[in-house]
């Protein structure tokens, strides 16, 4: 009834990503297999998360309890000091926030074989992603791995939305309809779904809280909790090309519709257009930079989505433009 990721491990992917239900067990089950590899192989495990705010306090020294309170690890002692792990007085782990990983590049972690990326994806509140925070991933997946070819990271998370900058950079599908596991070459993600577990989860008495709502769809379904189609539109056949905007890799052209006052974003642009970088690091030839002081179409594209004015084509789309707006908005 609970998580199992043998299927994952089989694959043998670099990147795995995991995204299922609350409480299916995904923490545990990779939690227990990095202090198993450890204890059995001597392989080191980093446990990462976004910000170092969120590695503070007694939520961190909890971190292992579950597991011992499962009956796993009750001969071994499990510490934290500072930002080292420590099973049976030796160092098993290291503990790093991705937001300060850039301080990390001169360290060595040669016995690392395995990084645990925890609650990877974010759910609409005061935290958003680093700025091009897949590339800040990617290289300090490279500060540990170095030249070693078998160092694989596994990125948990429940299902918040397929919006997020890690689906659109590894264009990530989700599988077909009856299957569990997509994969691309070293990219895969994974969405388990145990309808024992389900079934029992709606028989309590939260589930009969929260029926019918978009909340259980998430919790218990494994829906993507924050994809509804609200600001998701075609664009009309009077809509015009005004711009475009690049973000790391993605031009997205806005377009407007004078008679009905709406701007639509989508993956059509015209390139003799003006095409705006988003950030420092999309920034390439041919293109104006944006900083502080915004050009006219970037000002555009705030006040169309402050008046509620603004409609993306599909999620992916909404994806990136809603992480843009969220932090420049």
């Known amino acids: 009834m609970w998580y199992d990721g043998s299927k994952v491990l089989e694959k043998g992917s670099l990147f795995n990503f995991i995204v299922g239900g609350r409480g299916i067990g995904k923490s545990f089950f990779w939690k227990r297999y990095c202090l198993e590899r450890f204890r059995d192989h001597g392989e080191q495990f980093i446990y990462l998360r976004r910000y170092k705010e969120e590695l503070k306090g007694d939520k961190l020294k909890r971190l292992f309890n579950d597991l011992q309170a499962a009956g796993y690890f009750t001969e071994n002692t499990i510490e934290i000091k500072g930002r080292e792990i420590y099973f049976d007085k030796k160092v098993c782990g290291y503990i790093q926030a991705l937001s300060t990983a850039l301080i990390a590049k001169s360290d060595s972690f040669p016995n690392v074989e395995t990084i645990l990326f925890d609650e990877f994806l974010i759910e609409t509140g005061t935290y958003h992603y680093l700025k091009n925070e897949v590339e800040s991933l990617i290289g300090f997946y490279e500060t540990v791995a170095r030249n070693r070819p078998d160092v694989s990271v596994y990125l948990l998370s429940n299902a918040i939305t397929v919006s997020n900058p890690y689906f659109a950079y590894f264009r990530i599908q989700l599988p077909m309809k009856g299957a569990r596991i997509w994969r691309r070459g070293e990219v895969l993600l994974d969405m388990p779904r145990d309808d024992e577990f389900i079934e029992m989860r709606k028989k309590s008495r939260f589930h009969r809280l929260i029926e019918g709502t978009d909340y259980a769809d998430y919790s218990i379904e494994n829906n993507f909790l924050l994809d509804n189609d609200t600001f998701i539109e075609k664009k009309t056949s009077q809509s015009i090309p005004a711009c475009n905007f690049l973000f790391n890799g993605a031009i997205i052209g806005m377009w ?61 789309i909404k994806g990136i433009m809603m992480d843009y707006l969220g932090r420049a908005g």
């Open 256 to 316: 407007l519709d004078n008679s009905n006052g709406i701007a639509y974003c989508s993956f059509d642009h015209d390139d003799h257009l003006y095409t705006y970088s988003m950030s420092t690091g999309a920034h390439t030839y041919n293109t104006i930079l944006t900083g502080r002081i915004k050009p006219y179409h970037v000002r555009l594209l705030i006040d169309q989505y402050r008046a509620g004015c603004l409609r993306c084509e599909n999620q992916k």
